[in-house]
């Protein structure tokens, strides 16, 4: 419903002269990567009937429509399978990758919130877990980068299913589920830490031939990157692209490290003391989820090291640590008003991001 309400809200705000429009409309065709460009090759854009789907792309949205019609090509090689994979998958069956593009986001969002209602009701009583389950999908950067085409929902579905399934036995399930996180997000092999660590503790080794499965399913990304450009690790050094190499691993903790012995910081990244504050009080709930589950914590320290150290937009780490589960099982309350009130917070912050995102203003 906040989805519905939202998209009419905004639908109508970008009709204000009686037309829709989003200035993604006139942005996107310069974000088709200049080789496939130079080839004349287009991806068919949604049609008039159709153009209410452009309140569901933006930013990079695009590159995983070009990767879905047409295939890798460089700089994409950085915007990892999973994704664009379930968008062509779809799209060869209903004959349209935009709305597909928009189902596979839906779907697999919505598909979250029910699996980490799932999860969570291990960890605390049905009651806690729904509000729990209601603060997360209506954080404001969980509710816009699962509603936007990005990659996020299917990332965050497949990360809750692999440890939901893990923690009821079902191994197969929960290692072709790490897999699949593996390759949308290649920190999603991180979920492979708190099960190494349990099978360890419990000795029951032989169950460690699971992990091989999501191991085995980067390889062959890596594989198909040597075969499509002879570098295997051809996302790497398209993130440099992205990013400008020269600013590549220059992350938020040096930047912190650099400006307290030196100093002075990177020239073009200074720090906003907001995301210093807000990057915080992550660091604060991440620590909290030792007393919700050890194995898990494990899982959530070591992917937010990873992105401390390793993200150069570093307001893109708020939307990166929303997606770090664990942080929303240590919400555990029976005070319905404050959750109301959380909610009653978050849902229109959701809509000024959305609208930001549209306009386009990088959120992250």
């Given at each position: 419903?906040?989805r519905?309400?939202?998209?009419?809200?905004?639908?109508?705000?970008?009709?204000?002269d009686?037309?829709?429009?989003?200035p993604?409309?006139?942005?996107?065709?310069?974000l088709?990567?200049m080789?496939i460009?130079?080839?004349l090759i287009?991806?068919?854009?949604p049609s008039t009937?159709t153009?209410w789907?452009?309140?569901?792309?933006a930013?990079?949205?695009?590159?995983?429509?070009?990767?879905?019609?047409?295939g890798y090509?460089?700089?994409?090689?950085?915007?990892?399978?999973?994704y664009?994979?379930l968008i062509?998958?779809?799209?060869?069956?209903i004959g349209?990758?935009?709305m597909?593009g928009?189902?596979?986001?839906?779907?697999?969002?919505?598909?979250?919130i029910?699996?980490?209602?799932?999860?969570?009701?291990?960890y605390m009583?049905?009651?806690?877990?729904?509000?729990?389950?209601l603060?997360?999908s209506t954080?404001?950067?969980?509710?816009v980068?699962?509603t936007?085409?990005?990659?996020e929902?299917?990332?965050?579905?497949?990360i809750?299913s692999?440890?939901?399934f893990?923690?009821?036995?079902?191994?197969?399930?929960?290692?072709?589920l790490?897999?699949?996180?593996?390759?949308?997000?290649?920190y999603?092999f991180?979920i492979?830490l708190?099960m190494?660590?349990?099978?360890v503790?419990?000795?029951?080794?032989r169950?460690l031939?699971?992990?091989t499965?999501?191991?085995?399913?980067?390889?062959s990304?890596?594989?198909y990157?040597?075969?499509?450009?002879?570098d295997?690790?051809?996302?790497?050094?398209?993130?440099?692209?992205?990013?400008?190499?020269?600013?590549?691993?220059f992350?938020f903790?040096?930047?912190?490290?650099?400006?307290i012995?030196r100093g002075?910081?990177?020239s073009n990244?200074?720090?906003?003391?907001a995301i210093?504050?807000?990057?915080g009080?992550?660091?604060?709930?991440?620590?909290?989820?030792?007393q919700?589950?050890?194995f898990l914590w494990?899982y959530?320290?070591?992917?937010?090291?990873?992105?401390?150290?390793?993200?150069?937009?570093h307001?893109?780490l708020?939307?990166?640590?929303?997606?770090?589960?664990?942080?929303?099982?240590?919400?555990?309350t029976?005070?319905?008003?404050?959750?109301?009130?959380?909610?009653?917070?978050?849902?229109?912050?959701t809509?000024?991001l959305?609208l930001?995102?549209?306009t386009?203003?990088?959120i992250?």
């Amino acid at each position: 419903m906040i989805r519905v309400v939202g998209a009419a809200y905004l639908f109508h705000l970008f009709s204000a002269d009686g037309r829709f429009h989003t200035p993604w409309m006139d942005a996107n065709p310069n974000l088709i990567p200049m080789d496939i460009k130079s080839n004349l090759i287009r991806i068919p854009l949604p049609s008039t009937s159709t153009d209410w789907l452009w309140l569901f792309n933006a930013f990079d949205s695009i590159h995983f429509q070009i990767i879905a019609t047409l295939g890798y090509e460089h700089p994409n090689y950085a915007y990892l399978p999973g994704y664009p994979a379930l968008i062509r998958l779809v799209g060869m069956v209903i004959g349209n990758y935009w709305m597909s593009g928009f189902l596979v986001t839906q779907v697999f969002a919505l598909a979250s919130i029910v699996m980490f209602q799932l999860l969570a009701e291990q960890y605390m009583p049905a009651r806690e877990a729904l509000y729990a389950t209601l603060v997360m999908s209506t954080f404001p950067y969980f509710s816009v980068f699962t509603t936007l085409g990005y990659s996020e929902s299917v990332f965050l579905f497949s990360i809750l299913s692999a440890w939901y399934f893990y923690k009821n036995g079902r191994m197969t399930t929960s290692s072709l589920l790490a897999g699949l996180a593996s390759v949308t997000r290649i920190y999603g092999f991180a979920i492979v830490l708190p099960m190494f660590l349990d099978i360890v503790k419990k000795r029951r080794y032989r169950k460690l031939i699971y992990i091989t499965i999501p191991a085995a399913v980067i390889c062959s990304w890596l594989l198909y990157c040597y075969l499509s450009t002879g570098d295997p690790f051809a996302s790497w050094a398209d993130e440099k692209y992205w990013t400008h190499s020269d600013l590549f691993w220059f992350g938020f903790v040096q930047i912190i490290f650099s400006q307290i012995f030196r100093g002075v910081g990177c020239s073009n990244c200074a720090l906003d003391p907001a995301i210093l504050v807000s990057v915080g009080l992550f660091a604060f709930l991440i620590v909290k989820t030792w007393q919700v589950d050890r194995f898990l914590w494990s899982y959530a320290v070591a992917l937010f090291g990873l992105l401390v150290f390793t993200a150069t937009n570093h307001l893109s780490l708020l939307r990166y640590a929303t997606f770090i589960f664990p942080i929303w099982l240590i919400l555990k309350t029976r005070n319905s008003v404050a959750v109301g009130v959380c909610i009653a917070f978050f849902i229109p912050m959701t809509f000024l991001l959305w609208l930001y995102a549209l306009t386009p203003v990088l959120i992250g």
